[in-house]
């Protein structure tokens, strides 16, 4: 359970680097999210264990509202960029790929993969 969360972490985290071109002296700070259900890791240390230890970092519980999607890991992440706002790339790994089908950059990769 613990090595399956920091593996996912780990997937996002590379995901959103490298579809906005990002290196991890372009992070300011970054927050992460996790629904209630996850309890196994905090999602910092597997972003520490890609060369985060000097970036900071702090995890929160998600909101818990009806119905919502279980077991998701969000990050927020504050970055240093020459992108304008509409070319950012948002990453939606697994089963939050159906969280945000609204915008109009993102890069989803279903469950099976
Ligand atoms: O983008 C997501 O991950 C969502 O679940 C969507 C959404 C939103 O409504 O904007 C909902 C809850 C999260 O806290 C963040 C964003």
Redesign the pocket.
């Known amino acids: 359970m613990r090595d399956h969360l920091l593996e996912r972490v780990a997937e996002m985290v590379t995901d959103v680097m490298e579809s906005n071109g990002l290196e991890v002296d372009d992070f300011i700070s970054v927050i992460f ?1 996790a629904t209630s259900d996850l309890h196994s890791e905090f999602p910092a240390y597997a972003a520490r264990r890609l060369g985060f230890g000097e970036v900071p970092l702090i995890c929160a519980r ?2 818990e ?1 009806d119905g ?2 279980p077991r ?1 890991v ?1 990050m927020m992440a504050h970055v240093e960029t020459d992108l304008p706002r509409s070319d950012i790339t ?1 990453v ?1 790994l697994h089963g ?1 790929a159906a ?2 089908r609204d ?1 109009t950059r993102v890069r989803a990769v279903p469950d099976d993969e």
């Open positions: 999210t998600e909101l509202i919502s999607m998701v969000r948002h939606y939050a969280l945000r915008l």
